[in-house]
């Protein structure tokens, strides 16, 4: 009897040795890259739902993922992420498209068609169904060997923050003002100076008169303290937009077990319903905060937005006619955005794809 327990103990350690081996080698190791810092708002739901939402997805699983953040430049330059991703020095990345328009063109659809609508929720399920409804889409993230896990950042209604009062757009004229990537073509026609930029090197550039203003949105002019420098903020409704989202290097994704990849693709999903629940409650609260601080906040009216609208060259379609010389489908991309936002109840103060 004595040798039966001993004998039966020792297969319960045995056993649970070799548990704890399997569970070991199931352990998956992930970096996640952002080059924006956690206080902007698509870094912040990538630490704070996305990372939980995929953990919780694999609660039960013989999979479990040791995580590794490296956010606000720590690997990756804003702009460098989607390098960092596809070259495997991180496994997923939160991928500002916006400030990759050569290698995602199509994804920077709405960057061209400024002036479309101003509801953010719109154009981040429109862009994010053009993902699921058009292969074409997801080719130019697989040709950067990427994996569009969804997580879209749809950012809202862009503002022009300046160091002077506009009461029109002739107020615009010679001055120096900072925009993203495409955001920078929205100056055309103004006789502005338009100077590509990005959110973690404003405040220095305004503060010290490298610009006179920028284009930029209420939710990261906030926490950027934007309008300690920039104090006269103009609505002048160039729109909501998507400007990026979550990816994983596609060879690392290929070699994940289904359930692990269906964990992370529910993580996106879980991130794009956060951040945009969280994106809805914090815009008016960000004006007013601005507003509270000292900021003097206008808006134009219908004639002066129609006016700015008009007075651009049509850069969707040239962007467009570009894409598709690239062999990608630009006046496609661009025809189903706009009659997507148009079904939705969009009411675009130009139609770019119809001219």
């Not at 879980?270 to 960000?286: I, R």
């Amino acid at each position: 009897m004595f040798e039966n327990i001993m004998l039966k103990s020792t297969m319960a350690a045995a056993a649970l040795a070799v548990s704890a081996l399997a569970v070991q080698a199931e352990t998956i190791d992930a970096t996640v890259v952002a080059g924006h810092p956690p206080v902007f708002r698509w870094v912040k739901h990538a630490s704070q739902t996305f990372i939980p939402a995929v953990n919780k997805a694999l609660e039960g699983t013989d999979y479990t993922i040791n995580w590794d953040e490296q956010y606000g430049g720590s690997l990756a330059k804003v702009g460098d992420e989607l390098e960092a991703t596809e070259e495997g020095l991180a496994q997923i990345g939160v991928i500002s498209s916006v400030f990759d328009p050569a290698k995602l063109s199509l994804q920077n659809v709405s960057y061209y068609t400024p002036f479309v609508s101003s509801d953010p929720v719109l154009v981040a399920n429109t862009v994010d169904a053009l993902h699921r409804d058009n292969p074409k889409m997801l080719a130019t993230w697989e040709e950067n060997d990427l994996e569009y896990l969804g997580g879209p950042s749809a950012i809202d209604d862009y503002l022009l923050m300046t160091t002077f009062p506009v009461n029109s757009i002739d107020d615009l004229n010679g001055k120096k003002i900072g925009a993203p990537g495409p955001a920078v073509n929205w100056l055309a026609g103004t006789g502005a100076v338009g100077v590509s930029g990005n959110l973690t090197t404003y405040y220095n550039e305004i503060k010290t008169g490298v610009y006179d203003g920028v284009i930029v949105f209420a939710t990261a002019a906030l926490p950027g303290k934007l309008y300690e420098v920039a104090p006269y903020i103009t609505k002048v409704g160039f729109g909501a937009q998507y400007a990026g989202a979550l990816a994983a290097n596609k060879d690392w994704y290929d070699e994940q077990p289904e359930v692990v990849q269906q964990a992370l693709k529910q993580g996106g999903e879980a991130f794009k319903a956060a951040y945009l629940a969280d994106l809805g409650a914090a815009v008016e609260a960000g004006l007013k905060a601005m507003a509270e601080q000292g900021a003097t906040i206008t808006e134009v009216d219908d004639a002066f937005r129609q006016k700015w609208a008009a007075g651009m060259d049509n850069v969707a379609q040239t962007w467009a006619k570009q894409v598709d010389s690239e062999g990608k489908a630009g006046t496609e991309i661009l025809k189903a955005y706009m009659d997507a936002v148009r079904a939705a109840g969009g009411k675009p103060v130009r139609d770019w794809d119809q001219e």
